[in-house]
């Protein structure tokens, strides 16, 4: 495999990342694998869930991006009421954070029902709403991950998603948190219902390239 | 390939304005814009606050409107409300202190077409030190002119210590 990204003339391509030049086949594949070409959404990861799981975790999370952009598709779990959450981890998830985070979000229904939920002291990030059990109680959720690997800032989210919760009601969520105990490195998250598991769900984890 | 384009990065330091210019052009319809762990010099409960720049290079500072949820970890939430304003509100900052960071995402709508406004979408979270909490911001505006719009403009009442802005477009 090529590693050096050759010229057919003097005139290089107007761009000033890594791949300047005449590439082969394999130049491409080798630059998109790494993250060099391709457009500035990259799927790092999707995880496909089927079956009961307790929690989804991303790990092995490299310090290329600055905003990570994650999915959260038809989402449901085994417990009615339960929610879907999310705990950062400094060390590739041999272990999470379980105290110190904030939030605040806002949730109303179609029933016209809306309110305020925070927390200075919680032991997770909320993502979702109240889920239920019966079919097509399903949660959709995105969220924007900033500064996850960045040693000297605080790992702060925005989330915005739509839910048929365990009343059969629409319900949306938006607003955000910070996990402020620590300004760290973050290299695993994971994602998991407060109560019981997640049954199925389709969870991408993108990041945001600068190219 | 990804329907995201990368269009500019621009980092800036001890200023207290910034104007991404010459980005937004008939190339696409629909942009998305990134402020990324803006670090202020000083100032508590204040807002980084955006306006956008015409395609000739002047910032425009009237005919906002802009509704903004503000969403705090330890009280009440709040909302911001204005028409005919000289600015749309973005990023509810509180603290100076570096750790903070925080993002926001704005989502420029239709910015080239001289046929209809420009209308934008906010969300932005960061962490004030200062006051001890968590402060996301949702939000809508518009520029009710229908002026081509080439760029975007970020300030704030103190200097920013640095601040850095990525633009994509969104390919169809």
Redesign the interface.
């Known amino acids: 495999m090529s590693n050096e990204y050759g010229y057919v003339d003097v005139s290089n391509i107007n761009q000033t990342k890594q791949n300047a030049g005449v590439l082969t086949v394999d130049d491409l594949y080798d630059l998109q694998s790494n993250g060099h070409l391709?457009?500035?959404?990259?799927l790092i990861e999707e995880q496909d869930i089927t079956s009961s799981t307790s929690a989804v975790i991303f790990d092995n999370l490299s310090s290329n991006y600055?905003?990570h952009f994650l999915t959260c598709m038809n989402v449901t779990s085994d417990t009615d009421g339960s929610y879907l959450t999310m705990q950062v981890s400094n060390d590739n998830g041999s272990s999470y954070r379980t105290s110190g985070y904030?939030?605040?979000?806002?949730h109303g229904t179609g029933g016209g029902t809306f309110s305020?939920s925070?927390?200075?002291t919680a032991g997770q990030f909320f993502i979702s709403g109240n889920l239920g059990t019966a079919a097509n109680e399903k949660g959709n959720t995105y969220v924007?991950i900033?500064?996850l690997s960045?040693s000297?800032?605080?790992t702060?989210?925005?989330h915005?998603g739509s839910d048929v919760i365990a009343t059969g009601a629409l319900r949306f969520m938006?607003?955000?948190?910070?996990y402020?105990a620590n300004?760290e490195t973050h290299d695993a998250f994971k994602l998991f219902m407060n109560s019981g598991s997640i049954t199925e769900g389709n969870f991408k984890l993108f990041g945001?390239?600068?190219? | 390939m990804s329907a995201l384009r990368f269009i500019s990065e621009t980092t800036a330091t001890s200023t207290s304005s910034l104007s991404v210019t010459d980005v937004f052009t008939s190339d696409f319809s629909v942009y998305k814009v990134e402020l990324i762990r803006p670090d202020l010099n000083t100032g508590t409960g204040t807002y980084v606050d955006f306006r956008f720049v015409t395609s000739d290079g002047i910032v425009v500072s009237t005919d906002y409107g802009y509704g903004i949820e503000v969403m705090n970890s330890n009280a009440g939430f709040g909302s911001d409300l204005n028409a005919n304003q000289g600015y749309m509100r973005g990023f509810r900052y509180s603290s100076n202190s570096s750790a903070d960071g925080g993002g926001m995402v704005l989502w420029i709508f239709e910015p080239t077409n001289t046929s209809t406004y420009t209308f934008a979408r906010v969300q932005a979270g960061s962490y004030s030190t200062a006051e001890s909490k968590n402060v996301s911001t949702k939000g809508i505006g518009v520029l009710q002119t229908t002026d081509s719009i080439g760029g975007i403009n970020f300030f704030h009442t103190n200097n920013f210590d640095s601040i850095h802005v990525k633009v994509y477009g969104l390919r169809q």
Do not use: D
């Open positions: 391709g457009g500035s959404l990259q600055e905003v904030h939030y605040a979000h806002f305020e925070r927390s200075t924007y900033y500064n960045n000297s800032f605080y702060s989210i925005n915005h938006w607003g955000g948190g910070t402020p300004a945001i390239k600068e190219l």
